[in-house]
């Protein structure tokens, strides 16, 4: 079956610093790839997607790429604000069918 | 444009007794999802709707829990009987697309219903 594996958590880190959540997936077809994001207090919403290998979904100043040969999603940021605080989520469509990690916890700090 | 709307938004039950959860998707969403978080691990999907048909609910427990989309736009999942393991958020989603479109769709979410099984 499917799955999704993302780095553990908590993180982390202080504003301005880089971050890199690192996403491992394994899949029977060729998944879509997301990157979800919930704040506290509110709903899962998406960051970012990529649909096809060598793809980069970017929005917020995070960037993805779609790495098939290692099938890898990880998610990047060049400078992390306090804002960011939240919780994120790796996951994959595959045949119309959805499978999710763990979510990985960053906490920036002023 | 309105978001997915679930109710109720916490519920406390003793175990064995039943509960039910409403989801309205947005207007015009021909996919519906249910799943089950679990304090600590991602979301897991129930079952997935397109329009008022079933396509995958192969990790929905049937002995326990059941589910229906009323003429393919608000849905219920129902717990009869629950036990103290369901105690998660329940998340209703829903995505625009059928058939292959559900591969790059982006799925939109609710706030989530918090069962407390007791």
Same mark, same amino acid.
């Given at each position: 079956g499917n799955s999704v594996t993302q780095m553990e958590g908590p993180v982390t880190l202080s504003e301005e610093a880089f971050l890199t959540i690192n996403c491992t997936y394994t899949a029977t077809g060729y998944p879509s790839?997301?990157?979800?994001?919930q704040y506290p207090g509110e709903g899962l919403q998406l960051l970012l997607k990529a649909t096809k290998a060598d793809d980069k979904g970017s929005n917020k100043g995070f960037?993805? !790429?779609y790495?098939?040969? /290692? =099938?890898?999603?990880?998610?990047?940021?060049?400078?992390?604000?306090?804002?960011?605080?939240?919780?994120?989520?790796?996951?994959?469509?595959?045949?119309?069918?959805? !499978?999710?990690?763990?979510? /990985? =916890?960053?906490?920036?700090k002023p | 444009e309105a978001g997915v709307a679930q109710s109720p938004r916490y519920k406390i039950i003793e175990k064995r007794q039943?509960?039910?959860?409403?989801?309205?998707?947005?207007s015009g969403h021909a996919?519906?999802?249910?799943?089950?978080?679990i304090l600590g691990q991602g979301p897991k999907l129930l079952i997935q709707f397109q329009n008022n048909g079933v396509v995958d609910d192969s990790q929905l427990p049937k002995d326990r829990f059941s589910a229906e989309r009323l003429k393919g736009v608000d849905s219920t999942?129902?717990?009869?009987?629950?036990?103290l393991e369901d105690s998660a958020v329940y998340l209703c989603a829903?995505?625009?697309?059928?058939?292959?479109?559900?591969r790059t769709d982006t799925q939109y979410f609710?706030?989530?219903?918090?069962?407390?099984?007791?």
């Open positions: 790839l997301f990157w979800y994001v960037e993805a !790429t790495r098939k040969e /290692t =099938t890898s999603f990880h998610l990047e940021k060049g400078s992390v604000q306090v804002s960011d605080s939240a919780v994120y989520f790796c996951a994959l469509s595959d045949a119309g069918k959805s !499978t999710f990690g763990d979510g /990985t =916890t960053l906490t920036v | 039943s509960v039910a959860f409403w989801c309205n998707p947005i996919t519906l999802y249910w799943y089950q978080q999942l129902k717990i009869q009987p629950a036990k829903s995505s625009l697309g059928v058939g292959t479109a559900i609710g706030p989530g219903t918090r069962l407390t099984v007791l």
